[in-house]
């Protein structure tokens, strides 16, 4: 049997998230009172220990704070290497981080620095994960 | 009251890629034989430390087989005596070790034995994340196929590599400098078995930018170390080791699915200050350091923030025969976790403590007075010890003097 691709388990704090994923639109919790921005989403704001958080859309522009070239696989269902993961920091808040791989171009021009923008690749009927290409910077600005 | 503490007793089990025997029954081997060294029999343990975790992603979780913790520890020791037992998670060997520490610095009891076993399984590939449900700090990483270790560690690394200029050809000093002091050690996995420059620059990439010859060798092994109250172990065969300095801070900072260079960086830099206030000595007392190396990349930031080096010089700083053992300051002369295998911080420990009692053959240093020995993964802190031979006090012990 084919292995399983691990897929999400959205629990109360990140139904929201997923949510707007399927719907192709990159949420991430923001604290209500004080505006932090947190990403994994946590019980309560770690700035403010608000309980006043919720689910906004971001820009999805932001920068490859780290990445990896993947070449030998441990994750079950990732067959075709090499497969890119970027750790991108997103415009909206410095130290904001949202983890997906880099489509749309070879695995191997992943580098730390480089501008990416969101996209979404649909899995099957009920699984849409953000992730990130190149941002062509003609496509900004107009 | 405040006593003074010492390692007396150290011992390894034989360690292979795959033994023949269950890994809580290398970790009893290993305990009875550090007893041995120090003098003393299970009957005189009234305490045990352990970090129990099995330390794999995937892992399972039977008591004695997968790990060692101290139900199976306590049973088959045996260990009839106790007063404590401590268990540190997360946590590491020598974070095990400080809770030892300070359980007979406070009188609780007078003899600790402190252990770490690691288990290979055979047909079982290491580390794989299997489960079909992203769940937990999985959730946001394994649908991309990232949150085993090497994918998980390999993400910080890529921004130092980024923000320092570093090269692989920085790093291949450190490996064939640590796999050349394996090859002399006889405890080692990779004993006779050195790496040169050219062999790491060919090695293959698992996960970019850590490669094959980057990582640790999984191993089935065990190591103990048997603390004392000073002057308890009047029988060691070896003289004690005193614990001079300590810190031991394991608390997960930063991003729980995703590690950060910047992360790594300030929990390195909290235990390097933790460190350096518990202790009169100074980083440039150090004659030998033996630093965690599970991925080799975290002896960089151990050296920049215990004050070695600057920030974002590590790379330099291993160059031209520092690190060598003739070099001004030896590291990880027992091969490290690269060299020796995968034992969480067993090899840092032992081999500071050897070096000080001049038990190291042929890779003995000259001058090893005082030894620092660094475990943990830098961005959970872990547990830093320095270890000296004529036992300078942490500061709290020099008021009692006075």
């Known amino acids: ?142 | 009251m405040s006593r003074r503490v010492v390692i007396s007793g150290t011992a390894y089990s034989p360690i292979a890629r795959h033994a023949d025997v269950p890994v809580g029954l290398l970790a009893v081997r290993a305990a009875r034989d550090a007893l041995a060294e120090a003098g003393l029999a299970p009957e005189d343990v009234d305490g045990l430390a352990n970090y129990p975790g099995a330390g794999h992603v995937g892992a399972g979780s039977v008591d004695g087989v997968d790990f060692v913790g101290s139900r199976f520890m306590g049973l088959m020791l045996p260990a009839t005596n106790l007063r404590w037992v401590g268990h540190v998670e997360p946590g590491d060997f020598a974070s095990a070790i400080v809770a030892g520490v300070q359980a007979i610095a406070a009188g609780t009891c007078e003899v600790v034995l402190v252990w770490r076993a690691m288990h290979n399984p055979r047909n079982v590939r290491y580390g794989v994340v299997a489960a079909p449900q992203a769940v937990g700090d999985l959730e946001f990483t394994a649908p991309y196929g990232i949150g085993d270790a090497l994918s998980k560690y390999a993400m910080p690394y890529s921004r130092y590599l980024a923000k320092y200029g570093a090269r692989r050809a920085h790093m291949a000093t450190f490996v064939e400098v640590n796999r050349g002091n394996a090859a002399i050690n006889p405890d080692a996995v990779f004993h006779g078995k050195p790496v040169t420059r050219e062999e790491y620059l060919a090695s293959p990439m698992l996960v970019d930018p850590l490669s094959l010859l980057d990582c640790d060798m999984p191993i089935d092994g065990a190591g103990a170390v048997v603390l004392t109250a000073h002057g308890r172990a009047e029988g060691a065969l070896h003289p004690p080791v005193h614990v001079s300095g300590y810190a031991s801070l394991n608390l997960y900072r930063g991003n729980p699915s995703c590690i950060v260079l910047e992360d790594h960086e300030a929990g390195a830099a909290a235990m390097a200050d933790a460190l350096w206030a518990s202790t009169s000595l100074k980083v440039t007392d150090v004659d030998t350091a033996n630093l965690y190396d599970g991925f080799t990349y975290f002896t960089y930031l151990y050296l920049e923030a215990l004050g070695f080096c600057g920030r974002g010089e590590a790379f330099e700083f291993i160059q031209d025969g520092r690190i060598a053992r003739t070099g001004t300051l030896p590291l990880n002369t027992s091969g490290g976790s690269l060299g020796v295998g995968r034992l969480h911080g067993v090899p840092q420990v032992i081999e500071s403590v050897r070096q000080i009692q001049g038990r190291c053959g042929a890779r003995q240093l000259p001058r090893a007075e005082v030894a620092l020995a660094v475990v943990g993964q830098p961005q959970y802190s872990g547990g830093y010890l320095l270890l000296s031979q004529n036992g300078v006090d942490t500061p709290r012990q020099r008021e009692e003097v006075r």
Not at chain 1, 58 to 79: K, L, N, S
């Open chain 1, 1 to 142: 049997m084919k292995p399983i691709r691990p897929r999400p388990v959205p629990d109360d704090r990140s139904a929201g998230y997923w949510q707007a994923a399927a719907s192709e639109v990159l949420a991430i919790q923001r604290c209500r009172s004080c505006r932090t921005w947190a990403h994994p989403p946590q019980a309560c704001c770690e700035h403010c220990a608000s309980l006043e958080l919720a689910y906004e859309p971001v820009a999805g522009t932001g920068t490859v704070h780290q990445c990896v070239i993947v070449r030998r696989t441990r994750v079950a269902g990732f067959e075709a290497t090499p497969y890119a993961a970027v750790a991108v920091e997103l415009d909206e808040q410095p130290g904001l981080l949202v983890l997906a791989n880099l489509v749309g171009t070879p695995a191997d021009e992943a580098r730390v620095g480089q501008r990416v923008r969101l996209v979404f690749e649909r899995i099957d009927d009920e699984l849409v994960l953000p992730q990130f290409k190149f941002l062509d910077e003609a496509e900004v600005g107009g």
